[in-house]
């Protein structure tokens, strides 16, 4: 059983287009996570829901749209894809905010051309 | 300033040696410290977390906690070169901070035979 799971896993798209990732979570946590992993692979927070309201909201282009359905999913929506945007795109969960442990899910290689 | 600083590396150590790592950190008011191991092309994996003062063993592994230097270390003994990846350190801060992971840039590890 998969804790953490992400879809696509690759992600190889032109200049301009418009994607989605998803994130689910079977662990029953109550908050999740996107970061994302540069070439220099720095891991750097984008978002963060707990129990679907937004609590991080870190510095990143309002290109990112994030969504969270319900507790277990946490999507991120890209428009109008730039070549630094290609990175790999990790969700994670953790029981609740503050000192928990956060669990990382397989990774979204984004690639833009 | 780095918020979180670790030498990248690399860190080569023989195999049956111990390996020490080293993270700084300049959030005075960090409440909770994490290593993670990071294999390439994988995502980050628990290693450890500490949340007080001194030193906490788990297996081969022991971290170490001074919040007065704002210092934290992971010594590894009996190195295996299973064990070469990159280890990140990770502090989120109290507070107000909605349990924000804050990541240094890693050290890479290398065991060799």
């Known amino acids: 059983d998969t804790a953490v799971s992400q879809t696509p896993k690759y992600l190889v798209t032109q200049m301009g287009n418009d994607k989605s990732i998803k994130c689910e979570q079977n662990?029953?946590?109550?908050?999740m996570y996107w970061y994302k992993q540069d070439s220099k692979k720095f891991l750097k927070i984008m978002f963060s829901?707990?129990?679907?309201?937004?609590?991080i909201n870190e510095t990143v282009p309002n290109r990112f749209s994030p969504k969270s359905p319900d507790k277990a999913h946490l999507n991120l929506h890209i428009n109008s894809l730039e070549l630094g945007d290609s990175a790999v795109y990790f969700c994670?969960?953790?029981?609740?905010?503050?000192?928990?442990?956060?669990?990382f899910g397989p990774g979204t290689r984004l690639l833009v051309l | 300033q780095k918020e979180v600083e670790q030498n990248s590396g690399p860190l080569s150590v023989p195999e049956g040696a111990i390996a020490s790592l080293n993270c700084t950190y300049s959030?005075?008011?960090?409440?909770?410290f994490f290593w993670y191991r990071q294999y390439s092309g994988k995502s980050p994996e628990l290693i450890m977390f500490?949340?007080?003062?001194g030193d906490k063993e788990d297996g081969r592994f022991t971290a170490q906690l001074n919040k007065a230097s704002q210092y934290v270390s992971l010594l590894i003994r009996d190195s295996q070169p299973s064990d070469s990846a990159t280890y990140l350190c990770?502090?989120?801060?109290?507070?107000?901070?909605?349990?924000?992971?804050?990541f240094g840039q890693g050290t890479i590890l290398t065991v060799h035979p």
């Open positions: 994670a969960s953790s029981i609740k905010v503050n000192r928990e442990t956060q669990y």
């Open positions: 829901y707990n129990n679907k309201e937004l609590i």
């Open positions: 990770a502090v989120t801060a109290g507070g107000t901070s909605y349990g924000k992971l804050t």
């Open positions: 662990l029953g946590h109550d908050t």
């Open positions: 500490i949340y007080s003062n």
């Open positions: 959030d005075r008011g960090s409440q909770s």
